[in-house]
């Protein structure tokens, strides 16, 4: 009996700290992510060289970010990332395939009474491709800047009123890129990677 008195004290203790203590706030806030990201096979292929599959191994991305929370269940924010996958298919020194982004994201957070709180979102921007390898019989390194978009959905808990950490899945895509290589050449890849990414935002409530 007294186990199960115990039991329901730090029950009821438990949830009068996580039900209705962190109001929705509004303000400028700051942030950064790291994760890892997967990037499926893809050809590359030229309409003079032919085709090649290109296999990836696991990789890493990180970013930052600068927003703003409207305070009902909004936020928008623009974001700076890089991720970077390994070629096993590859030949030359270091084959691998970079991608750095520049996007616009608006994340809508599902109402709480609790720290947890889904979050939803996605966003669309510029992405500059970069690839460096030996596929095709040719030496390749080369970059272009193509349209890319996300979609992103995960779970945040909210530390204190001011600080959120966050464990997310991300869907990342682009517009396929066309690498013009020193001899005219051109080849075309597909550029795609699925992301699990852990955040950690600070709102100023400036």
Known sequence: MRRQLAFL???????TLTTNVYAEGSGIYVGASVGATLRPDTVLSSPSLGTETMEFSPGYTFGGFLGYD???????????????NDIRTGGGEDPQAVTSAMMFNGYYDVPSKTRLKL???G???????????VSLGQAIDADESVFAYQLEAGIGW??????TFSLGYRFFDAADPEFVLPAGQRVRMGLENHEFILKMRYLFNL
Do not use: D, M
Request: cysteine-free; aromatic content about 14%.
């Open 9 to 15: 004290i730090h029950l009821g203790l438990f949830l």
């Open 70 to 84: 409207f305070g009902n269940s909004l936020r928008a924010e623009w974001e700076l990332s890089y991720r970077e």
């Open 119 to 121: 979050y939803l979102g």
């Open 123 to 133: 966003g669309l921007g510029v992405a500059t491709a970069q690839l460096e390898t």
């Open 158 to 163: 909210n530390y204190n009123p001011k600080a």
